[in-house]
C-alpha cells in the first residue's frame, strides 16, 4: 500500500464508530459507499495484535493481519486506507506504540478505547477502566502522539460529574491527541438511559481539538437528518453514529435511507469479494433484520452455514459463483508466477492414500461431520483417536490436512481456505477409503444423530468460533509455513 502522509481531520464528519463484530471491511466500505466520511474498525486488543503478521493478501487485494492460528485479525484495503481509523483495546503505552508502529501504514489514524464498559475490556485494565486511572490515560497517549506517524485519538465516556469529566478531557488534550469522541453516558449507563447532550456540549465548549458526539443512536438517529440535530444539540465538531449505521449503514446517506433488502444485498457482495468468514456476515445481517428474524427470509438466514447458504438465502446464489469462480482464476495465475519450489510445502507422500474431495456442508446435517463420524468409528474400533497434520500453502494461503488412522495417512488433493475445512476433507477421504458412511445427509447414522453442536461462541476478540470436535484438543498444530511466529455489540 502507499503510505498516507494526509493528516486526516475530525471536523465537520460523519463517521462510523467502532463496533466489536460489526465494524469489519464490508461494513467499513458500506459505510463508506453511502456518505461516512471516516470509518473506525472493531477494537482490536494490544496483545492480540503483536502475535500477527502483516501479509499482502495478492487474490483479495487486501492487507491482513493474521494471527498465529491464521485467523485474520484486521483485514484493510487501499480504498479505505485515507479514512479508516484503527482502534485497539490497550491498559500499556509500550505495548500501543508497538501496536501503532505495526499498522501505521496501512491506516490514516489510531484511536484508543477509553469507553468500553464491557468486563472483556475492563478486567484487563482496558476501555472504561481507564478513566479511573489518568496519569496511565496520559501516558499511554503522550507516548503515541510523540512515537507515531498517524493522528492518534481517543473515545472515552463522561464521568459521574461534569468538574471531573472536564478536568479529564482538558488533561488528554494536553497529550497532543488530534481529537476526542465522547459518548454521553457514564460507565454504568446503557442505550436505554437517556445520552447526555449537555456535557458532550460543554466539553465541545471547553476543548479546542475537535469533539466527537457519540451516543445517539437510541434517543436521536434515526434518519440522515438527525444527525445535524444531534450535532448542533451536542455543539460538536463531528458525529459518530453506531447502533442506526448498524441497523442500516445508509443513515449516511444525504437522500435518505435505502431499502432494507437493497443494503444487505451490497453487504454480502463485500462481504463474499473480501472473503469474510461467513458468521460474522451473519451476525451483521442479524443486526440488520431485527424484528424480521422470524420472517422465511430471517428463517433461511438462521439455518445457513456457509457464505454460499447466506448469498443464496438473498438470491445471491450466482453471484457468489461467479466471485468464487474469480479469486480461484487469481490464485491460479498467483501460482504460475511462483517459483515451483515455493509453490507447495515439502510433504512426505510416501503411503499417503489420496482423493480430490472437498467438504460441503450443505450435504451433511447442521449436527454431524466427517470429522465427527471418523471419530466415533475410531472409538467404536478401540483405534487411538484421528491426528490431524495441517500445512498453509505461503503463496495463496491455501490449507491441505493429513490425517492418520491406524498407522495409515489419508490426505485430499485440494487445497482449502481454512484448516477447518482441509481436516474435514481429509476425513472424508479417510472415510472413503475405508467405506464407511461420512454423515451425509441420508446416510444412516444413529449413534451420531443423537449427538447436538453447542451453539458457536465467542473468543475475547468478539468473533464467533466453530465448538470444538470431540478430540480436537488432542491434535497436533498446524504449520503455517512461511510465516512468522481473533462479544456483545459495543455498548459504548
Not at 501503532?100 to 482496558?126: F, Q
Not at 496519569?135 to 468538574?163: F, Q
Not at 510445502?345 to 471418523?374: E, H, W
Not at 466453530?466 to 478430540?471: C, N
Request: hydrophobic fraction near 35%.
Amino acid at each position: 500500500m502507499i503510505v498516507n502522509n494526509l493528516s486526516l481531520c475530525y471536523h465537520n464528519k460523519l463517521i462510523l464508530a467502532p463496533m466489536v463484530r460489526v465494524g469489519t471491511l464490508p461494513m467499513r466500505l458500506l459505510a463508506l459507499d453511502y456518505g461516512a466520511d471516516i470509518v473506525y474498525c472493531e477494537e482490536l486488543i494490544d496483545i492480540k495484535m503483536l502475535q500477527c503478521k502483516r501479509v499482502v493478501n495478492e487474490v483479495l487485494s487486501t492487507v491482513d493481519f493474521v494471527a498465529p492460528d491464521d485467523r485474520v485479525v484486521f483485514r484493510t484495503c487501499e480504498r479505505e486506507q485515507s479514512r479508516v481509523v484503527f482502534q485497539m483495546g490497550t491498559s500499556d503505552a509500550e505495548r500501543a506504540l508497538a501496536v501503532a508502529r505495526l499498522i501505521e501504514n496501512d491506516v490514516a489514524g489510531i484511536d484508543v478505547n477509553m469507553g468500553c464498559p464491557k468486563e472483556y475490556s475492563t478486567k484487563g485494565g482496558m476501555g472504561a477502566a481507564l478513566l479511573s486511572d489518568p496519569d496511565k490515560i496520559e501516558k499511554i497517549l503522550s507516548t503515541l502522539v510523540k512515537g507515531t506517524c498517524r493522528p492518534v485519538t481517543c473515545k472515552i465516556r463522561i464521568l459521574p460529574s461534569l468538574e471531573d469529566t472536564l478536568s479529564l478531557v482538558k488533561r488528554i488534550e494536553r497529550t497532543g491527541i488530534a481529537a476526542i469522541a465522547v459518548h454521553g453516558r457514564k460507565r454504568e449507563e446503557r442505550p436505554q438511559h437517556p445520552v447526555s447532550c449537555e456535557v458532550i456540549k460543554a466539553i465541545a465548549e471547553t476543548l479546542s481539538i475537535p469533539v466527537i458526539a457519540n451516543g445517539g443512536s437510541h434517543d436521536h438517529i434515526q434518519q440522515y437528518l438527525d444527525i445535524e440535530d444531534f450535532r448542533q444539540a451536542t455543539a460538536a465538531s463531528s458525529v459518530m453514529v453506531a447502533r442506526a449505521a448498524m441497523w442500516n449503514p445508509s443513515i449516511f446517506l444525504k437522500e435518505g435511507l435505502r431499502p432494507l433488502e437493497e443494503v444487505m444485498q451490497t453487504y454480502i457482495r463485500y462481504a463474499v469479494q473480501y472473503d469474510n468468514h461467513y458468521t460474522n456476515t451473519k451476525y451483521c445481517l442479524c443486526q440488520m433484520l431485527r424484528e424480521q428474524l422470524e420472517s422465511p427470509q430471517g428463517r433461511l438466514l438462521h439455518a445457513a452455514q456457509s457464505s454460499q447458504e447466506i448469498c443464496e438465502a438473498f438470491g445471491l446464489g450466482a453471484f457468489y459463483e461467479e466471485t468464487t469462480r474469480e479469486l480461484d482464476a487469481r490464485r491460479a495465475e498467483l501460482l504460475t508466477r511462483t517459483p515451483e519450489e515455493a509453490r507447495e510445502p515439502a510433504q512426505d507422500d510416501s503411503g499417503v492414500i489420496k482423493m480430490a474431495v472437498k467438504f460441503d456442508r450443505r450435504v451433511y446435517p447442521r449436527q454431524i461431520t466427517p470429522k465427527m463420524c471418523l471419530l466415533e468409528w475410531c472409538r467404536r474400533e478401540k483405534l487411538a483417536q484421528p491426528v490431524y497434520e495441517t500445512v498453509q500453502r505461503p503463496v495463496d494461503r491455501l490449507f491441505c490436512s493429513v490425517v492418520t488412522v491406524a498407522e495409515q495417512k489419508y490426505q485430499s488433493t485440494l487445497w482449502d481456505k481454512s484448516k477447518k475445512l482441509a481436516e474435514q476433507a481429509a476425513a472424508i477421504v479417510c472415510l472413503r477409503s475405508l467405506g464407511l458412511p461420512e454423515g451425509r445427509l441420508g446416510e444412516e447414522s444413529p449413534s451420531l444423530h443423537k449427538r447436538k453442536r453447542e451453539a458457536p461462541h465467542q473468543d475475547p476478540g468478539g468473533k464467533a468460533q466453530e465448538p470444538a470436535l470431540p478430540g480436537e484438543l488432542c491434535k497436533k498444530p498446524f504449520v503455517a509455513l512461511g510465516s512468522g511466529k481473533e462479544s456483545p455489540l459495543e455498548g459504548w
